[in-house]
């Protein structure tokens, strides 16, 4: 009897044993109710072929695998698992109570599935196991009422074997159907956990690729290192801002390299100590360095271990701030033409009347003085003139109105200077040589400051070459610009000139007011243009200025 039901125990929980079999962690819960219907299926059958005699009771444990394949299978699993029920169990009944029994059976069992199902499918674990329990203690239940209700209808005997079969019966079903439940909900925990650490994982690798995307493609020169010094990252930024060896440009090169192998001892040995520093944990400043035309400002890092504070590694930052402080200083040249604006516009009706009238009266009493004085007044009207010119150019640098553009052809402006360049450049005993360009566009422009400009740069020019040397204006166009080249052979600016030449006031002339570049360059910005300036001190000066045609930028030719 102990070797069937040990058989009945094993093949009800036959199911079981298939699904771990069965169960790939990567797939997960994938056509899991089907299995578990078919499976448990199966071992109804050979629980129905190895049925054993137990107090006269036919004992076989297939009501076990037709409840967890219910309960795991869903409805329909149910319905097709109830219908195999009801076919192995009706050959089997001899008489009415087996009749009887199982039409109870099945009424009961029925009942409870089909108002448990849904609920147990959406329950969490411990209440599956708890809605088990209930279910084992009623299948317990409905087998103890139907072994009593058989012993008396037939008036059996109960001897203390009898009664140890039929306990070990029962026991045996409970633990069954209790087992099926336990082990299922705890492959399902297992795969949960593995879900979930797998999506921790997923997660985790997209915020790494996240931040690895940030750190590529940020305008930022990022350099980690480990604690031991060599480079674990370095992405393209670095290797434009910061000073690498030559070899050590690409940052796959870079890589698994100790960092003071790869610096430029010459152009960055800043970077270097700064790694150094935060590497022995000690606090770093913020460092501005200029670098071959680039302001940068650099600062690291410490890496450090949460739990115990050790340091890792250190992190080199690099910011290019070239641009800012080019904003910076056209805010401050800004600041200044609008500080000339405002005495501009104090001073203009308060200085060019009265001068104005001091310029007539010199006349007059040039008129009634004898002629040897005359140089006197020559010098003193020349200065009021340079006055009022000097006022001028401070209304022309701080006007601030709209200018009346006309459809125009650059080179009848310049056509149309040629002569008063030549007769200043013959003054001087210089030659004036002019390429025009073919086919010029014509472009949107005011003829009266576009001369303006022209003139203050071919005297700037000249003035540059003293007695001798050549002045070349050259003209040139595109389908983006119209430009023009005007090229003096004098001294040359020198290079720590160069920043401040366009600033007002700033002058290298000692006669000079220091308002005809800036002039020249609000000139060219109102055109939609810009200035461009390439010298070679001792062999001369090239100012480019260049005009945007393109459609919508302004200044577009037909």
Partial sequence: ?????????????????????WHDKERGW??????????????????????????????????????VGSLYGGYRAFGALFVLYVLLRLPTLDNNFEIVGFIVSLIVFSIMLLTIIRKFENASSVSKERIGLVMVIIVALVRIVLTKYYSDAYQMEWTLLAGFEVALSIIGLLLAFWLSIYMIESIKEKQQLYDEVGQLSVNYGNEVQKLQQFIDNAPLAVLI????????????????????????????????????????????????????????????????IDDEGWTLILTTVTLREIEDNRITGAALIASDITELRQLRDERGRMERLSLVGQMAASITHEIRNPMAVIRGFVQLIQERSPQSQFEYFRIIMEELDRANLIISDFLSLAQNRELKMERANLHHTINDLVPLISADANLRGQTLEIVLCEDMPDMLLNDREMKQLLLNLARNGMEAMGD?????????????????QIADEGVGIPQDKLDHLFEPFYTTKTRGTGLGLPLCLSIAERHNGRIEIHTREGEGTTFVVSFDIREGSGGHAN
């Fill in 225 to 288: 290192v480990d604690g031991n010094g060599f480079i674990t990252h370095a992405n393209e930024e670095s290797i434009k801002l910061l000073g690498f060896k030559e070899g050590y440009r690409d940052v796959a090169r870079l890589k698994n390299t100790p960092f003071p192998e790869t610096f430029d001892p010459q152009r960055m040995k800043e970077s270097a100590d700064l790694l150094h520093k935060a590497l022995d944990g000690m606090d770093t400043p913020t460092l501005s």
């Fill in 1 to 21: 009897m102990l070797k069937d039901l040990l058989l009945q125990f094993f093949l009800s929980v036959l199911p079981i044993f298939a699904f771990l079999l």
């Fill in 468 to 484: 001798k040397g050549v002045l070349r204006i050259h003209t040139a166009w595109t389908a983006e610009e119209v430009s023009i």
């Fill in 30 to 67: 994938k056509g899991f109710k089907p299995f578990i219907a078919i499976a448990s299926g199966v071992a109804m059958v050979m629980c129905a072929l190895t049925t054993s005699l137990v107090f006269d009771f036919d004992v076989d444990y297939r009501t076990v695998p037709f409840l």
